[in-house]
Nanobody, 119 residues
Framework: QSQLVESGGGLVQPGGSLRLSCAAS????????IGWFRQAPGKEREAVSC????????NYADSVKGRFTVSRDNTKNTVYLQMNSLKPEDTAVYYC????????????WGQGTQVTVSS
C-alpha cells in the first residue's frame, strides 16, 4: 500500500523549532514533487511549501517564507520541513502529499502531525 506518513510534530514555545518528516512507503517518492499543507482549527487547509522531485526548487507560502525550509533525501524516501521561529499562528495539523496542488481529485490525506505553538 502506497502511503505518506507525517511525523515530528509536538508542542513548542513561540520562537522554537521543529522538524517534520514525511516518509513514503510502497512507492519511490523521488519521482514526485511533494507539498506540505496545514489546517488550523476552524480554518481551511492551506499550502505551506512545495519541493520539486529533484529538490532543486522549493516554494513557500508568504506566511512562512524565511522561517521554514523544505528538503528531501530521496535515498531515505523522506521529505522534511524544518520550521524555525515558530509563531502561535503556525499551530495546525501538518500534512504532506504527492503533488503540490491544494486540491487534487481522489487524493487521500494522511493523519498528519499536530504542531502546537504556545507558551
Amino acid at each position: 500500500q502506497s502511503q505518506l506518513v507525517e511525523s515530528g510534530g509536538g508542542l513548542v514555545q513561540p520562537g522554537g523549532s521543529l522538524r517534520l518528516s514525511c516518509a513514503a512507503s510502497g512507492f519511490d517518492l523521488g519521482y514526485y514533487a511533494i507539498g506540505w499543507f496545514r489546517q488550523a482549527p476552524g480554518k481551511e487547509r492551506e499550502a505551506v511549501s512545495c519541493i520539486s522531485f529533484t529538490g532543486g526548487t522549493a516554494n513557500y507560502a508568504d506566511s512562512v517564507k524565511g522561517r521554514f525550509t523544505v528538503s528531501r533525501d530521496n535515498t531515505k524516501n523522506t521529505v522534511y520541513l524544518q520550521m524555525n521561529s515558530l509563531k502561535p499562528e503556525d499551530t495546525a495539523v501538518y500534512y504532506c502529499a504527492v503533488d503540490c496542488r491544494l486540491v487534487v481529485v481522489g487524493r487521500n490525506w494522511g493523519q498528519g502531525t499536530q504542531v502546537t505553538v504556545s507558551s
